[in-house]
C-alpha cells in the first residue's frame, strides 16, 4: 500500500504562532465497524496554515477533518494541535476550534433566512463564552456586541450582507454557492477558533469561484487561522495531506502504534462514531 504524502509547511511569523493552532500527526489512523477510514496519516502544519486534504471518495477526508477537530476518536498514533494530544484532549481541541460547511453535521438550514442564521449563532455564541457579567448587561448592550461581533465575521469571509437579492432577509437557498460558503465560514468566525475545518471546499464553484475560496482562507491563515479545507483540486501554495483509499494491511508504523491501537479500538463503534457526530454537531 502506498503510504499517504506527508508535508511541512513553512513557519509563519510570531503573530500566527500566537494565534492560531500548530497541527502535527504520525501515523494517525481511524478504524470503524466497516474498515479503516482512514491510516498512516503524517504531517507536519504550523500555525496560520492553510492545509488542504485531498483524496478520492472513499479515503476518509472528512473523517480526517472530523478527527483533528476532536470530532472523532482515533484509533490509531497520535496527533497535537496547538499542543493537545488526540485522542485523550478532544473536549478541548474542540473548544479552540469550528467547522464550518460538513455535510450532515454542520449544514445549515435551506429555509432559514440569513439574518436567522447570524441571530441564532450570535445567540449560542454568548451563551458558550458569555460570563455572569455580560449576561447581566443590558439588552441593548448585547446586542450591539452581537452585531459587532457578526460585523467583524462578515468582513473577514467578505459577505456584504447588504448587497444579497433581500439584504439579510434572503433564505439561505436563494444564496450562490460561494455565498454560502462565505457565510457558513462567517458563522464559525464568530466563536473565534484557532482552527477553522471546512468539508468540500471547493465543490460546485467554477474556476474563479475556487480561486476567491483560496483566496478567502489565505487571508484567514493570514490572520493567524490555521484552515484546514478538504478540496478536490487544491491550491499550489497550500500545504498538501493526500489520501488514498486504505484497506486492513497494516502500514509501516502499525508494530510501534499497535498498543494504542489495541487500547483505543473497541471505543470506535457504530454508537461511538454517532456520538462523535451528535457532539460535532453541539459544538
Sequence with gaps: MDSPHTGTAEAPGTAQDAEGAAISAVGFGLKGPRGWAFRGVDMTAHAGSFVAIEGPSGSGRTCLLLALTGRMRATEGHAEVAGLRLPKKMAAVRRISALG??????????????????????????????????????????????????????????????????????????????????????????????????????????????????????SLAASGTTVLAVCSAPPKDALLVSLRNVRDEAPEHAGKNAAATAATEEDTTEEGAADALAETGRS
Excluded: C, N, Y
Design 101 to 218: 460547511p460538513v455535510a450532515g453535521v454542520s449544514d445549515l438550514d435551506a429555509a432559514f433566512t440569513v439574518a436567522e442564521h447570524l441571530r441564532e449563532r450570535a445567540l449560542l455564541q454568548r451563551r458558550f463564552d458569555g460570563s455572569l457579567r455580560s449576561l447581566l448587561r443590558r439588552p441593548s448592550v448585547r446586542r450591539a456586541q452581537a452585531r459587532a461581533r457578526i460585523d467583524a465575521a462578515m468582513a473577514a469571509v467578505g459577505l456584504d450582507l447588504d448587497a444579497l437579492p433581500k439584504g439579510e432577509r434572503t433564505s439561505v437557498r436563494d444564496l450562490e454557492r460561494l455565498e454560502v460558503l462565505r457565510l457558513s465560514v462567517g458563522l464559525a468566525l464568530m466563536g473565534s477558533p484557532r482552527l477553522l475545518a471546512v468539508d468540500d471546499a471547493d465543490l460546485k464553484l467554477s474556476d474563479a469561484g475556487r480561486e476567491e475560496a483560496w483566496e478567502l482562507f489565505r
